[in-house]
């Protein structure tokens, strides 16, 4: 890579700015996860409550999203990053003083998606300063801040057992406050903004078909991570009897892979094409799946979801490299809509675990769902391949690594002889 091409082409601080405000909204987001052991313990919650708890701040994060997309074109990256952290402190003020049952929980889950909306903005921040060639590197380093999980599942099940899991809200807003300091110091909007999108530019985005497939496929790969994210401190409580703290350090080293391969996904999607390394990453994490699936030992079990994490954080990388390509001049839109629809996907994981599991009595058919579905979506990136080879411009194709699968297998044809 040319690093002095990179550093040149566009604004680092605000860079960093974007990756630290993802980083702690992201922590926020996640919070009910690791803590999940400790409210199912004192409310004597089911599986299927569990999962609900976890994956209901997911939910929100794709109902907010769209809306902070479209305040961040109309009001700038800068000042709706701002508004965005300093709502992240209600449901945590809320949370540490008022909730005590499971529906006020799952109320303030719902808030805690405005963390999860961070992503909206904090990628459109970042990217509206560099040009086409270093977007995949870009988004990678901005979306590394999903590492905010990390902080979460490390240190929130050891300040609950020490001070108790309303006080473990009131100490996440510190480090917020602290964000909300240096992103005010070092985020600038980009010069090249554009005009703000009017409703029917949204509207005709939404009627392009491609934009529903990246929402489809970023249901896979964030969806995928954030949902294994919130849940996995759970599953290795549940499924393995690992006490709460150290089920939370378990996570930890699994998505310590999703959240630090994001940017290598960025690179080598920049390298080799968003569209060829997606591919190949959906039909690998369909085989992991099926072996998570069978639900081995314990040591096993980890360096599996450790392989599926770090797939899955480099499918964020290779999703966001594609987007750029096919819309380049309605990105901020975009952001939102696609990664509205990665909260969703990472709603239904939760849920849907913890339902089946509470009628089967354990995770596996569950996880089998999973890998078939990963490896539907293997097909179907397959199949439209041929039709974005077509459809798109050469040089997004070029840059994207899209090839028509119906040319690798078609023969020759035979050579004219006179």
């Not at 390298?271 to 060829?276: H, T």
């Not at 809509?337 to 596996?364: C, E, H, M, N």
């Not at 097909?379 to 994207?400: E, I, P």
């Amino acid at each position: 890579m040319d690093t002095k091409g990179f550093f040149k082409s566009g604004h680092f601080p605000t860079l960093m700015a974007a990756f630290l405000y993802f980083d702690v909204s992201f922590m926020v987001w996640v919070l009910l996860g690791p803590l999940a052991p400790f409210l199912g313990e004192q409310m004597h919650l089911t599986a299927t409550q569990k999962g609900l708890l976890t994956a209901i701040p997911l939910l929100g994060g794709s109902l907010f999203r769209p809306i902070l997309g479209v305040l961040g074109d109309r009001l700038g990256g800068r000042n709706t990053g701002l508004l965005g952290l300093c709502l992240t402190l209600v449901p945590l003020l809320l949370a540490w003083k008022f909730a005590h049952t499971p529906g006020q929980f799952y109320f303030l889950g719902l808030l805690l998606g405005i963390g999860g909306a961070s992503f909206a903005v904090a990628l459109p921040l970042a990217g509206k300063w560099y040009p086409p060639e270093y977007q995949g590197l870009v988004m990678g380093i901005a979306g590394a801040g999903n590492s905010g999980t990390l902080v979460a599942t490390l240190f929130a099940p050891r300040l609950a057992q020490k001070f108790g899991y309303a006080n473990t809200f009131a100490l996440a807003m510190l480090p917020v406050l602290l964000v909300i300091l240096l992103f005010a110091l070092l985020a600038k909007d980009s010069p090249r903004q554009g005009k703000p999108l009017a409703w029917s530019d949204i509207n005709s985005v939404l009627k392009e078909s491609d934009t529903a497939w990246f929402c489809f496929f970023y249901c896979f790969t964030f969806g995928g991570f954030v949902g294994f994210a919130s849940f996995l401190t759970v599953f290795f409580h549940d499924q393995y009897g690992l006490a709460k703290v150290r089920a939370g350090d378990f996570t930890t080293i699994v998505v310590l892979a999703g959240s630090f391969l994001r940017p290598v996904g960025g690179w080598l999607s920049d390298k080799i094409g968003g569209y060829r390394l997606l591919l190949v990453l959906l039909c690998a994490l369909s085989i992991l799946l099926c072996s998570v699936a069978t639900l081995p030992t314990l040591t096993t079990e980890v360096v599996l979801l450790f392989f599926t994490m770090g797939m899955l954080g480099m499918g964020n990388g290779a999703v966001f490299q594609l987007v750029p390509q096919r819309f380049p001049e309605r990105i901020g839109v975009l952001t939102g809509l696609v990664g509205a629809a990665g909260g969703f996907g990472g709603f239904l994981l939760p849920s849907l675990l913890g339902t089946i599991k509470d009628r089967t009595g354990q995770y596996s058919w569950g996880l089998y769902l999973c890998a078939a579905a990963f490896f539907l979506a293997t097909a179907t990136l397959l199949q439209l391949g041929t039709q974005w080879h077509l459809k798109w411009h050469q040089a997004s194709v070029d840059r994207a690594g899209i090839f028509s699968y119906q040319k690798l297998f078609r023969a020759p044809s035979p050579e004219v002889v006179e």
